[in-house]
T-cell receptor, first 115, second 109 residues
Framework: GAVVSQHPSRVICKSGTSVKIECRSL??????MFWYRQFPKQSLMLMAT?????????EQGVEKDKFLINHASLTLSTLTVTSAHPEDSSFYIC???????????FGEGSRLTVL | AQRVTQPEKLLSVFKGAPVELKCNYS??????LFWYVQYSRQRLQLLLR??SRESIKGFTADLNKGETSFHLKKPFAQEEDSAMYYC???????????FGTGTQLKVEL
């Protein structure tokens, strides 16, 4: 089946630094990827839709300058948390859409801890 | 705006007992409804979608437009069914998912 991989799975950084999380579709091309955020014991919240070759579409309330998304190829989307603060600590998950069926495949998630 | 409600955070049943995980939604159009499952230490994966009308791992879910519900059911719970279950919705034809808060199913021996 289709596999989506995220890297890193865990990252700890200091407040004020920027962190990049990668989302790769390993065996299929994904024109559309999605980024979610999940707080402890809460649901996944869609942050943005990442489209290959164009600007990401952000959900209401998500700061686009804070969470930079780049989808430069059909197999890679990156989420950069800029000037991270402790309140940005969360579990970030990506998904990629298999064009043929529209089915979504999820990455394993990346846990960000900002000290 | 669409919304998905899963009223139970935790559902505990004995092995062999029937299971029903509740899901209600609100959306003005014709949505697509899904159930996703996350087993311990694994990634989220699709369990079933209403348009497929199929049974996966013994689970079924029927879309009830009158009650705006999409409850997940299984007649006989098995230990390996213990997991986190999320109900999700997309506007018809799209794939931007809105998730419910999830229900942790625990199947006890």
């Amino acid at each position: 089946g289709a596999v989506v991989s995220q890297h890193p799975s865990r990252v700890i950084c200091k407040s004020g630094t920027s962190v990049k999380i990668e989302c790769r579709s390993l065996d299929f091309q994904a024109t559309t990827m999605f980024w979610y955020r999940q707080f402890p014991k809460q649901s996944l919240m869609l942050m943005a839709t990442s489209n290959e070759g164009s600007k990401a579409t952000y959900e209401q309330g998500v700061e686009k300058d804070k969470f930079l998304i780049n989808h430069a190829s059909l197999t890679l989307s990156t989420l950069t948390v800029t000037s991270a603060h402790p309140e940005d600590s969360s579990f970030y998950i990506c998904s990629a859409s298999l064009t043929a069926t529209g089915e979504l495949f999820f990455g394993e998630g990346s846990r960000l801890t900002v000290l | 705006a669409q919304r998905v409600t899963q009223p139970e955070k935790l559902l505990s049943v004995f092995k062999g007992a029937p299971v029903e995980l509740k899901c209600n939604y609100s959306y003005s159009g014709s949505p697509e409804l899904f159930w996703y499952v996350q087993y311990s230490r694994q990634r989220l994966q699709l369990l079933l979608r209403h348009i497929s009308r199929e049974s996966i791992k013994g689970f079924t879910a029927d879309l009830n437009k009158g009650e705006t519900s999409f409850h997940l059911k299984k007649p006989f719970a098995q230990e390996e069914d213990s997991a986190m279950y999320y109900c999700a919705l997309t506007p018809g034809g799209g794939n931007k998912l809105t998730f419910g808060t999830g229900t942790q199913l625990k199947v006890e021996l």
